[in-house]
């Protein structure tokens, strides 16, 4: 435990959320106040701008923008998705860190991401340790995947559970406008982990308008019993059905179905073009097929992880925190640590209480959705889902309107002159 | 102009909005007052309902939950496309509306639509004139389209266009994440008309950060002008361009582009099999083709015309307005009429003034954007269409929320017995 003297570097990385920035705002606003932090500094483009010595001098950013940071979707700073080398097979990219970071004289780095992000951190602070320079590292969770190991859920999960689950109630009245029956599919981000698209449960159980189907990649497909659940679903509620997929599905032998419809559909034009169009599309046209009936695929595509306009309060509030926390703790000598999230309940309402874990655990572990919190037909949620999501999704934080639309930030990004 | 004493009937036709809901309760609330009204009915499925007699005594909802539809998306009642036929060639619908309107004594029908929907209005009111029966008729603009005659805007508009907007804002800031070029082509609907896809326009004129080309139905759209704007764009921004698309863009020989490219997709395959995936998807096939770039198709899909969650608060009051003045002016005798706007400047200041039209005027007649106020390059839109759209998108209104999600209204939906 080590208090140390010097800059303090902060990076984004991997994909974006709705809250990732409120992380950044909580760093920064907290980074700015440390007696110990000399200077402020935003990585452009996660590690590759450590790399790149690319650095936005955030002493020169105002304080309305760092807080405007708070209700603006995507990376602020620019993301990356770089995988560093294992250090025991190719360490240049960890000497020019190391390099670097003596040039600026950075003695605080922290890092806002998911796995890959947390494995970076840990990569780079085994190999200062080893190589004697003194730098406390903190990463900052963040996926909208919520598959991060050793926290209770993640920054930017509440804000895209939020997305899904309001939006499936709008598109569950749209769907019953018309006198017909309507299957309409629904496809949302998850490639391994059912999170996301297991806020689709919330929309039904909560909002009383939501999913009729729910299909994880905790359980494996199987194509006979998805068109026996729709034939069900539909016969008991006048041919209409709602179905939330993940896109990352997969049967039993741990195929992508995505993958296995394209190549059907490929076999089918007996030439080999892969057709246009994910998941949700082809399950779409297999219904269709197989039950006749009218379709609608949907996908909820980047706005699910953009959505800043349907933020839950807790998550951007929650983000923010764990910004501000990685920065204190570090100031107060912590090095080689995540952010984490635990839950109490007091008196049964929910509260957050923020923590520290080795981010060697969080690195490159995935967590699942549990198996026992999905029903026994595999296509829905128990209430054990929903009263663990429910706190996530509540309340609202929002940029400020202008003209009717959504003031972001927008930071002056001033480079600091590489040394 | 006669003053009825009667029953009055309400129906929903075409495709929803996210605020049709708020005229059925600017309908419904100033019914519930007007001494002359003895009943107040919800046609099923518009005129259907009418034809099968399924109607909802409205008299037995709460006052509550007529409030709550104001900010309740899709169509409550349900709705219908059903053209009714030209009386000369087939009067049997005609006949049954006036047996039916008859035996319940159906004094004032008012129909919430578009074009399709103001000519049901037009030749039921013809015919019933025709029969010597009385009954004030009086249509209820609603579009997203923003397409009919005679009015400075529809209901529907103003919120799908605020949608469209805020949505290109945050996917515009999600595109510009990683440090390389990406394409995304966003398909927006409107088959004939281009002002929903124009409100892309307001994301990068107030906004700040939008689509940086825009394609309407208005122009004829060339394949390869298309590409060669593209590579312009991208050039002059590090490869980094947002393209807004209407559905409905045509060729010069007035061919769907989305038709054009299914069917030299379909050529290509030697097969027949057009593919799966929208304009969206295949505009972004060719601009992979042609440059290579990584590309994104979006589709906006049904959430666009039913985002209640984030309607325009003018649009909102607008919509109610509107039904409140169809009740009053039948009240005082009106007729065959359509609820207009018209837009008034004080001092600068955006006021909408209500008024009537002849129904007939509105009916089968479609108002395009107009050709001067898209810009030389025919991929954007002027400052006269900024002026025009941004008072329409002002404002927050929408549902409670309740444990996080939307509380939406919920009707008994009591049906009339059957006479």
New interface residues.
């Given amino acids: 435990m080590k208090n140390l003297v010097g800059a303090c570097v902060f990076g984004q990385s991997g994909?974006?959320s709705a809250v990732i920035n409120s992380s950044a705002s909580g760093v920064f606003t907290e980074a700015l106040k440390q007696k110990n932090i000399t200077a402020v500094y935003g990585a452009?483009?996660g590690i590759?701008g450590v790399l790149d010595e690319n650095f936005y001098d955030i002493s020169q950013e105002s304080t309305e923008e760092l807080w405007l940071l708070r209700n603006?979707?995507?990376?602020a700073l620019?993301?990356?998705?770089y995988k560093l080398k294992d250090p025991k097979v190719d360490d240049s990219d960890y000497k020019r860190i190391l390099e670097v970071f003596k040039k600026y004289n950075i003695r605080y780095f922290f890092y806002n991401g998911g796995n890959d992000s947390m494995d970076t951190c840990n990569k780079i602070s085994k190999y200062l340790l080893a190589s004697g320079y003194d730098c406390n590292i903190i990463g900052v969770p963040k996926t909208i995947d919520n598959d991060l190991y050793g926290t209770d859920h993640c920054p930017g999960y509440g804000s895209a559970a939020?997305y899904v689950?309001?939006?499936i109630?709008?598109?569950n009245?749209?769907?019953?406008?018309?006198?017909v029956g309507q299957v309409t599919v629904i496809e949302i981000m998850g490639r391994n982990a059912g999170w996301l698209t297991a806020a689709a449960a919330?929309?039904s159980a909560?909002?009383?308008?939501g999913a009729d189907l729910i299909y994880l990649p905790e359980v494996p497909f199987d194509l006979d019993k998805f068109i026996d659940d729709v034939k069900l679903a539909t016969a008991n509620n006048n041919g209409k059905c709602i179905v939330a997929v993940s896109e990352g599905i997969k049967d039993k032998s741990g195929a992508y179905i995505s993958e296995v419809l394209a190549a059907a559909s490929a076999n089918?034009?007996?030439?080999g073009?892969t057709?246009?169009?994910g998941l949700a599309?082809?399950l779409a046209?297999l219904v269709k097929e197989k039950i006749g009936c009218k379709v609608?695929p949907?996908?909820f595509?980047?706005?699910q992880?953009?959505?800043?306009?349907?933020a839950?309060a807790v998550d951007v509030e929650e983000a923010f925190q764990a910004g501000q926390l990685a920065v204190r703790a570090a100031c107060e000598g912590e090095t080689d640590k995540m952010v984490v999230f635990d839950r109490q309940l007091i008196s049964g309402v929910y509260k957050c209480v923020l923590g520290l874990m080795d981010v060697a655990l969080a690195a490159n572990t995935e967590k699942k959705v549990p198996k026992d919190w999905i029903t026994a037909n595999g296509a829905g949620l128990t209430k054990e889902y929903i009263e663990y999501a429910?706190p996530l999704?509540?309340?609202?934080s929002k940029a400020p309107?202008?003209?009717?639309?959504?003031r972001?930030a927008?930071l002056a990004k001033i480079l600091v002159p590489k040394k």
């Fill in positions: 994909g974006p452009a483009h590759k603006t979707p995507s990376s620019g993301s990356v998705r939020k689950a309001t939006t109630m709008e598109l009245l749209d769907a019953t406008v018309y006198n919330l929309a909560v909002g009383g308008c089918k034009d007996n030439f073009h057709q246009l169009g599309a082809s046209a609608r949907i996908e595509s980047l706005m992880r953009c959505a800043a306009h349907l839950s429910l999704i509540q309340g609202e309107l202008e003209n009717g639309l959504p972001f927008k």
